[in-house]
């Protein structure tokens, strides 16, 4: 790993003030609670079917499994068999037919597997997107902006490989994705990013994982302020990335190395890009074949579970080169 | 609901016969894994994506909610909170922001919710599809055939629109789709079904659940050996309805009522398709909005979770209008 | 079925009115949060044990399984198996030794199974027991009374057999057990009733289970306001019933049957006992083994699992004659 | 820590062969599924209440969170709540009462959290313990030797406390207690073991946990081979420890330090005193206070939750002294 290049404080932290002043509250009415996905209209959708020249389909998501990436300390997804072929073994001459059935327990959405944020996962001043209030989200799920108001996504996805623009296998576990990251990356893609883009940025950091969720997700490569504004200001409606959060993540407040050079840029995309703007956030997306595969703009789908109240899903997004 | 065509008793006992005696085992390799999807090739992901005529996505799962309909017994998936806005509204000032994180226990993946089965979800005989012997799934998930393997569709739905071309708007529990119901509604669609084709059929039948799954999941309309020949020869790779089980559902075997009229009939279309053909089987589809947007042929996407072993998939398949 | 004795209305009215005026609040201390398991002092402990005469050890929990009896749509547990005899079997020689190992997901620790309220199960005006906000209990759990408190109860139990004192194997479902019933029941006992005793009642209902929670459970006989104010007046420390909810049961309002002769009198033990004196409730008990070995007074042993704000907790209390 | 006595190994593999020997295979019948429980007879009942003196009531189980011990790479319980005061909070007028009702996922029964192993738990060559066959333990759970057969225990409890004889706070990660460390501990309590007795030792390894399983679970101190034979020669009917598996822990096969002095020694106490003589098992006991209050002997109760074909139970022994 490594590449870094060199943080520049001032800008960022520019770009962080600057970024915090935009909304898109009203925007589509006072009772949208679909946010940047209004960007995706009829013709951006049948736009983006017309970037399928292979007819390659490619799965952004990871596996689910006990043993996945995830935040330090996020209890793992389960997996557990009701009935299977070892039932079958076992009892050979016991049913005419045999059986596999299972169950799936996803003890938390947000910390492993690949997963859509919806609106509602995040807010301030107990607003959420849109000025609705954050008492709408109950035990009973949220009334307001859950993840069931996304039906299904098909837009023109649009990877930026910042790991590759930058020459690194990944990039380090302190290093910040800027704007001139995902500029040099749009060019090396030969793309531009428009308005209802998917855009999923590359750090590569999805195969830095040996198994230790506490060692991989302590400190995380992902998005400044810089990248975020630069996304915000071209108008997409999602951002997705290879890591936990989207963002350079530096852990919990208290986790925060103190030498991190980051300091006060971390973990600062959420409340801007979510809440206040309305762009939806991919985490932990598997980009490894798609960057291999070349793909650079495609077909993206995503079709979240349709989880009443939810505040997010795991997904598996396709792309479609 | 009625509109039942008269069950032509010989008809279907002479199908199921003869569809009994269709494989693909070997077809497509003796290492084969994929079965019927092995038909979505490029070009028919190519071709698909010309379906798109409006740019219109629509969802074709329900809800998922404790609420959802499902198979009389079958535990309801559930839905946590961990962390909302109640919490923030106990303590207003505890925190500098607000989330909301969740949990999702899905206790029955083939009893509740829209799914897809995997090809290792039954079988007979201790072998399934292509051979593979049924000691490969295990508590620890299938080492074969698992849903990890369909990685992501894109290919040409079609909607056959039963309950519409019988001018009802829901089958009758003990009602059978037949091969003529199906040429019926392929007719009314104007479209002819190919090699590749994800075939959904809709009975009504979703519609009628009132809240209670013992009288709704009791009985149910669904396809009949004649309609699975149908689509077998067809050479889909997939196939679709807005019931329990895609085919006519008689219940365990002691729940059949003595006066079912489709004794012997029902409960038959899984081994022939899944196991022997290798088609895939989309249970529980909510095909109402696609019905009266009139789609008949679109785009279908389809992204199960990469559940590892997995024996199915919640799925949100979106028909792209 | 049967037995009912004339429903005393305006006894039951009038001692309602006098139960909810009751009250522990400071009791034991601004600081309290044991309630009337305050009452069991080392001496208690001591004299329960010499209750033991024949050795015999029974468990009033019954078994845990998807097909227990509970609440009308309250989802069961789910025990799954991680490993088991069948993996074994589907590959003999995989491991030198076999081991099954497992996992239990109750889904709604009230709403089936043998369980135990903590004192944060049930209030109103937002205050608890002894004036703790309701505010202390949130999605991580309640940070006060929760379960953890109760960390083991070994005192006098008594059972009051009022089906056996009526004559009858089981109540009906809108029947309510009034003082005179449990003043009978003691008398037939043999016993008197004391300060921190643990007082079972006996109406037969779970036996009446026949599968189908919604039937059950709609309607359920139970303690009614002037058995609840014996109890109180008796200061026992916890009250167990064979039923759903202690109290005699008419469904959430809207389910109250318009004939329900107890209208009114039913659902209104939690708050007067649980929140008001700090009486602990004990709900679905199977009362059946003690009741044929005849066991009128015992000691009686609970341990709650040691749930982290736990609002309640599945239990096996033990009686041991 | 420390404190470590010499490790005779010769003494040990002598005691291994030894003890690999004996069998309760048939000592209760053929179709006993009830093992060493059938010790305590009602006399060792009654006799075990007379040793309750104080009316003292200490529970021996942890409490069960997400951060509470376990094995390395276990998934941890859940605990979530399905209503809450927070809901309460952000709507304080929707309802005239509150209320709070939760869930618990036990995500591994044997690998976190205070639990009991049922007979079925572990075996060797396809038959568990008096000969039955391991294809009795499926994915529906154990049609033998499962925890629901264990109703309720109330004996003498023994706490041998080598932590306290050997003057140390904790054992080291690799020691091994010996035969010689329980006589020295049961000369220090004052008590002679006798059948039936539930032995509990304790080594003070809980107390070393510091929130990180991996490195605390790595290695564990316990019982080796001639400290399982002491107590199989003393017929007991069950033996507790304070770590994770009872017997001296190394970690899976691939996970034992070449350089831990115990190679051979560890992990090796589940198959005699389980499966060979049906001595009951309990894991991550918390026995610190038992043991700051002085208990030596005392009335041991225990009671599993009554899962039906569970190999295992969540429970909460109560110590009374």
Redesign the interface.
Known sequence: MGGATTLDRTREENALAELNKLSSWGRWGAEDQLGALNLV??????KA??R????????L??????FAPGLA?A??S???????????????DET????????????????TGTHIDAL?????D?RMYNDF??????????ARLGI?HV????TRGVLLDVAASRGVSALAADDLVSDADLIAAEKAAGVTIEPGDAVVVRTGWLTTFKG?P?AWSRLQPGLGPSAGLFLAKRDVCMVGCDNIAVEAWGGPPANLLPTDPRAGLTNCLH?PLLRNLGIYLLELLDLERLAKAGGREF?L????????????S?????A?L
């Open positions: 209209t009829p013709d951006v959708v049948k079917t017309t399928v020249r292979r007819g390659e389909v490619i799965p998501a990871g596996r689910i499994s006990r300390g209890p793992p389960m997996h557990f068999m009701t009935r299977d072929g070892g039932d079958a073994a076992a009892a050979p005419p037919f045999q059986a596999a059935v299972d169950a799936l327990v996803i003890n938390y959405i947000h910390g509602c996962h995040m807010w301030v107990h209030s954050g008492n709408y989200v109950r035990s009973s799920g949220a069931e039906e299904g996504v098909v230790d506490v409340i077909m789908t995503l079709a979240p579970l349709l989880i009443e109240g939810g505040t997010g795991p997904v598996n997004p396709l479609v």
